[in-house]
């Protein structure tokens, strides 16, 4: 099956770092963009940032401009999301997708999607 796992979340101090992975089975990841997505509790899911298959586009939400930075490793099937100076406000599940179009701004048009990992900031 075509799968995505993600990986890499857990708990850091506001300030802190973190890097998600997003791992992909089953297909070949560089023929795909790739977008992450993070949704906290009560809240609905919001986009975070997205890279297109050849890595020239790289978008990310305007909280995250100058925070968090979207990178792919093709040799190793994999994309990242390195996250810095996180803030409480950062705390959700982050979810990576991929589809193999384009970069889209709403959620429901993505292929296919991980499972999450929890990231939590907190003193």
Known sequence: QLQLVE???GLVQPGGSLRL??????FTLEY???GWFRQAPGK????VSCISSSGGQRDYADSMKGRFTISRDNAKNTV???MNSLKPEDT??????A???????ASRLW?????GTQVTVSS
């Open 21 to 26: 992975s997003c791992a992909a089975s089953g």
């Open 32 to 34: 795909y963009a790739i």
């Open 99 to 105: 589809t193999r179009t384009y970069c889209h701004s």
């Open 111 to 115: 292929e296919y999607w991980g499972q």
């Open 80 to 82: 990242y999301l390195q």
């Open 7 to 9: 990986s890499g979340g």
């Open 92 to 97: 959700a599940v982050y979810y990576c997708a």
């Open 44 to 47: 609905e899911r919001e986009g």
